[in-house]
């Protein structure tokens, strides 16, 4: 079942589903059933490091463990940039309403590479305020955490010609451009400068081609 989202705008909160988006649902899906020769599904296995033992579906797992060697269970971890210093965590976006006070223009949301579509669905219908506002191209941002963490992504809320209205889920693009400090020169001879004491045997007697 969708989870629900509440939002802030204009002191009005209203309440809306996100219903995620995948290619699926665009391009429809493909599935492949494997059997053996007696017609029987076949299943996903993995085989252990030594070669022999066959381990189910569901037979592993990701621990944490300490340096030294020690089961730590996932809530006594913490979070710590380079420097080795704690790092303030996020909420959940779902713990409290968003708030939708932030616009921006197109330039900078396509300056974001998008990762994650879900389509809103009102409990109650939105806000007239706020369908006025997205049908004449308004974008809004804000940062979006699914289960809370260190950080949150960048996330956007627009709507189409249809009134459906959409939220992003993203990542900014990091482009660094690289080019030379200086002009290259070529080895040898500077090419640029035309000397009398060139060596004639060098240059290319265009009659011979």
Request: proline share 5%.
């Given at each position: 079942?969708?989870?629900?989202l509440?939002?802030s705008?204009d002191?009005?909160?209203?309440?809306?589903?996100i219903?995620?988006?995948?290619?699926s649902?665009?391009?429809?899906?493909?599935?492949?059933?494997?059997?053996?020769?007696e017609?029987?599904?076949?299943?996903?296995?993995?085989?252990?490091?030594?070669?022999?033992?066959l381990i189910?579906?569901?037979?592993?797992?990701l621990?944490?463990v300490?340096?030294q060697?020690e089961w730590?269970?996932r809530?006594?971890?913490?979070?710590?940039?380079?420097d080795?210093?704690?790092?303030?965590?996020?909420e959940s976006?779902?713990?409290?309403?968003?708030l939708?006070?932030k616009?921006?223009?197109?330039?900078?949301y396509?300056n974001h590479?998008v990762?994650?579509?879900?389509?809103l669905?009102p409990?109650?219908g939105?806000p007239?305020?706020l369908m006025?506002?997205?049908?004449?191209?308004?974008?809004?941002?804000?940062?979006?955490?699914?289960r809370?963490?260190?950080?949150?992504?960048?996330?956007?809320?627009?709507?189409?010609?249809d009134?459906?209205?959409?939220m992003?889920i993203?990542r900014?693009?990091?482009?660094?451009?690289?080019g030379?400090?200086?002009?290259?020169?070529?080895?040898?001879?500077n090419?640029?400068?035309?000397?009398?004491d060139?060596?004639?045997?060098?240059s290319?007697?265009f009659?011979?081609?």
């Amino acid at each position: 079942m969708p989870r629900t989202l509440s939002f802030s705008l204009d002191n009005t909160v209203f309440d809306a589903s996100i219903i995620k988006v995948d290619r699926s649902h665009l391009y429809g899906s493909v599935s492949i059933d494997t059997t053996d020769m007696e017609g029987l599904r076949c299943t996903v296995a993995t085989l252990a490091a030594d070669g022999k033992t066959l381990i189910p579906k569901g037979g592993t797992a990701l621990g944490y463990v300490n340096p030294q060697g020690e089961w730590v269970n996932r809530d006594e971890l913490q979070p710590v940039n380079l420097d080795g210093e704690p790092v303030e965590e996020v909420e959940s976006s779902f713990d409290a309403p968003i708030l939708l006070d932030k616009k921006c223009d197109p330039e900078t949301y396509l300056n974001h590479s998008v990762r994650l579509v879900y389509r809103l669905e009102p409990e109650a219908g939105f806000p007239d305020s706020l369908m006025d506002t997205l049908r004449v191209g308004s974008i809004f941002q804000f940062g979006f955490s699914y289960r809370g963490g260190v950080g949150y992504d960048p996330a956007f809320v627009l709507s189409d010609e249809d009134d459906n209205v959409w939220m992003m889920i993203t990542r900014e693009n990091r482009i660094e451009s690289v080019g030379l400090t200086q002009a290259a020169v070529c080895k040898g001879e500077n090419l640029d400068e035309d000397t009398d004491d060139a060596d004639p045997a060098d240059s290319i007697d265009f009659s011979m081609l």
